[in-house]
T-cell receptor
Framework: DTEVTQTPKHLVMGMTNKKSLKCEQH?????MYWYKQKAKKPPELMFV???????INESVPSRFSPECPNSSLLNLHLHALQPEDSALYLC?????????????FGSGTRLTVV | KNEVEQSPQNLTAQEGEFITINCSYS?????LHWLQQHPGGGIVSLFM???GKKKHGRLIATINIQEKHSSLHITASHPRDSAVYIC??????????FGTGTSLTVIP
């Protein structure tokens, strides 16, 4: 299995909703990443987990809450989002945090906040 | 100034043409990545290279470490190659810098 699987593919949520994005990989990668990508822009790093511990938080607002329950799974919990948070959310993984060999992206979750 | 610059920003080609996308970077790197993103879709990693040249099917990627420059070539281009191609570089400090992408359209 050489994939990063993200679910759901599309999500529409209201500003008062609570939802979660899920990312899964079974490549034995110990670093996992959340990115946010607005239209026609490169991805922006949000969080990095290394060995299931949060290593990097790029000053992301607290309405985004990451969680890494085990080495294969990464969640992004969403609460009280704003319309400007609408974007493509990409998950990625690599063998280790400072070794980008095998850097693999998921297909993303297209989030729309209404 | 971006750490990674790509050219051209937009490229239209006829099917069958040879295509070159260029990438220049200004930081020290451990590896350079070429990524492909179809409209509205996720990102696929095409190549990761730190020296020399790699080939996969009709795609060829080269890197010149001294000149801090890489090229992605597509031979015998096809409409299904239409996508955004992103150059990204990574270093041992876990920084991952993305270029702004080259939007390629191949016309039948």
């Amino acid at each position: 299995d050489t994939e990063v699987t993200q679910t759901p593919k599309h999500l529409v949520m209201g500003m008062t909703n609570k939802k979660s994005l899920k990312c899964e990989q079974h490549m034995g990668h110990r670093a996992m990443y959340w990115y946010k990508q607005k239209a026609k822009k490169p991805p922006e790093l949000m969080f990095v987990y290394s060995y299931e511990k949060l290593s990097i938080n790029e000053s992301v607002p607290s309405r985004f809450s990451p969680e890494c329950p085990n080495s294969s799974l990464l969640n992004l919990h969403l609460h009280a989002l704003q319309p400007e948070d609408s974007a493509l959310y990409l998950c990625a993984s690599s063998r280790q945090m400072k070794v980008h060999y095998g850097y693999t992206f998921g297909s993303g979750t297209r989030l729309t906040v209404v | 100034k971006n750490e990674v610059e790509q050219s051209p920003q937009n490229l239209t080609a006829q099917e069958g043409e040879f295509i070159t996308i260029n990438c220049s970077y200004s930081v020290g790197i451990s590896a350079l990545h070429w990524l492909q993103q179809h409209p509205g879709g996720g990102i696929v990693s095409l190549f990761m290279l730190s020296s020399g040249k790699k080939k996969h099917g009709r795609l060829i990627a080269t890197i010149n470490i001294q000149e801090k420059h890489s090229s992605l070539h597509i031979t015998a281009s096809h409409p299904r190659d239409s996508a955004v191609y992103i150059c990204a570089v990574s270093n041992t400090g876990n920084q991952f810098y993305f270029g702004t992408g080259t939007s390629l359209t191949v016309i039948p």
